[in-house]
């Protein structure tokens, strides 16, 4: 391929971002061109930085509106918790906590849970990590504080959950009670506060709908991409595609040190009687551009 030919498919590129360039592609025929060519879209996708984004190949690749494309996976959707009670997971979810699922799902049973799938943490006993590792992942939980317990800042009414044992989006009964912003409920703790505050008060249900996506790092040990979360609370976005900053931290900084793009999901014992229920995992595959 000549220099002038590169810099014309460079050029669409940047005219017309990857899926202009795609439909370009389709218009070469030589093999050359095509080998080449193929070499430019992997270092654009790697320039985007998005390991959500995948480019097609050929096979995978349909005209618009195209009926032989595969149809989506029918999924029967759980019933949506209410402030007096939980709720239950969709079909293709990894259940971790519902109505007779006990402590299965955890790495120990020291909490406490009813045959109504409703887990209290059991002060002193330590933090709960998933059996099963996760990574790009939609993570569904329930969860409320007593109705007489009393909030003061951190202390009283204090828990978290942790992606990859690593990445926290704080637990907190904050309504009314106060703290610093970043600590507060939907909280990317120790980094962004949620954008508004819609929780509920203690004696009643809040929960989460977390879409988060693992970071990933080059051979080397540097970042590739970072952690994001989409946090949507009690129906509310608190977090919109936040970026995670490093590996949570209390009072410092927050960095990155490479490590697996899987991990376990954790709930903290922060010493506080706090009640979940009706959580649930979907892990998330990549996605391929449309065309």
Same mark, same amino acid.
């Not at 939980?141 to 990445?167: H, T």
């Given at each position: 391929?000549?220099?002038? #030919?590169?810099?014309?498919? %460079?050029?669409?590129?940047?005219?017309?971002?990857?899926?202009?360039?795609?439909?370009?592609t389709a218009l070469q025929d030589s093999p050359e061109?095509?080998?080449q060519i193929s070499q430019i879209h992997k270092a654009?996708?790697?320039?985007?930085?998005?390991?959500?984004?995948?480019?097609?190949?050929?096979?995978?690749? &349909?005209?618009?509106?195209?009926?032989? #494309?595969?149809?989506?996976? @029918?999924?029967?959707?759980?019933?949506?918790?209410?402030?007096?009670? *939980?709720?239950?997971?969709?079909?293709?979810?990894?259940?971790?906590?519902?109505?007779?699922?006990?402590?299965?799902?955890?790495?120990?049973?020291? $909490?406490? %849970?009813?045959?109504?799938? %409703?887990?209290?943490?059991?002060?002193?006993?330590?933090?709960?990590? !998933?059996?099963?590792?996760?990574?790009?992942?939609?993570? =569904?939980?329930?969860? @409320?504080?007593?109705?007489?317990?009393?909030?003061?800042?951190?202390?009283?009414? +204090?828990?978290?959950?942790?992606?990859?044992?690593?990445?926290?989006?704080?637990?907190?009964?904050?309504?009314? +009670?106060?703290?610093?912003?970043?600590?507060?409920?939907?909280?990317?703790?120790?980094?962004?506060?949620?954008?508004?505050? *819609?929780?509920?008060?203690?004696?009643? $249900? +809040?929960?989460?709908?977390?879409?988060?996506?693992?970071?990933? &790092?080059?051979?080397?040990?540097?970042?590739?991409?970072?952690?994001t979360a989409t946090v949507i609370f009690n129906g509310?976005?608190?977090?919109?595609?936040?970026?995670?900053?490093?590996?949570? !931290? =209390?009072?410092?900084?927050?960095?990155?040190?490479? =490590?697996?793009?899987?991990?376990?999901? #954790?709930?903290?014992?922060?010493?506080?009687?706090?009640?979940?229920?009706?959580?649930? %995992? #979907?892990?998330?595959?990549?996605?391929?551009?449309? $065309?």
């Amino acid at each position: 391929m000549s220099p002038r #030919r590169s810099r014309t498919i %460079v050029a669409a590129f940047a005219t017309l971002g990857l899926s202009g360039l795609l439909a370009f592609t389709a218009l070469q025929d030589s093999p050359e061109d095509a080998t080449q060519i193929s070499q430019i879209h992997k270092a654009f996708v790697q320039m985007a930085g998005n390991p959500q984004d995948a480019l097609p190949t050929k096979s995978r690749v &349909f005209p618009v509106h195209d009926m032989k #494309r595969p149809q989506p996976t @029918m999924v029967e959707p759980g019933m949506t918790g209410t402030a007096s009670s *939980p709720g239950t997971a969709p079909s293709d979810a990894t259940v971790l906590l519902g109505p007779g699922t006990g402590m299965d799902a955890w790495n120990h049973d020291r $909490w406490t %849970v009813g045959a109504d799938g %409703v887990m209290q943490v059991k002060a002193g006993t330590g933090d709960v990590k !998933s059996n099963d590792f996760f990574g790009d992942c939609q993570l =569904h939980i329930e969860w @409320m504080i007593p109705a007489d317990r009393d909030c003061n800042g951190q202390g009283g009414c +204090n828990s978290g959950v942790f992606f990859l044992d690593k990445y926290e989006v704080q637990i907190l009964g904050s309504n009314p +009670n106060q703290t610093y912003p970043d600590g507060q409920a939907g909280a990317m703790y120790a980094q962004y506060p949620p954008l508004v505050n *819609p929780c509920r008060p203690n004696g009643e $249900w +809040n929960e989460y709908d977390i879409i988060f996506t693992s970071p990933r &790092f080059n051979e080397d040990g540097s970042l590739k991409s970072p952690g994001t979360a989409t946090v949507i609370f009690n129906g509310v976005v608190v977090q919109n595609h936040s970026t995670f900053m490093g590996v949570t !931290s =209390h009072g410092s900084k927050a960095t990155y040190k490479k =490590h697996s793009p899987e991990g376990q999901i #954790r709930l903290q014992d922060h010493g506080d009687p706090i009640s979940f229920a009706n959580i649930w %995992v #979907r892990p998330l595959q990549p996605r391929t551009l449309a $065309w």
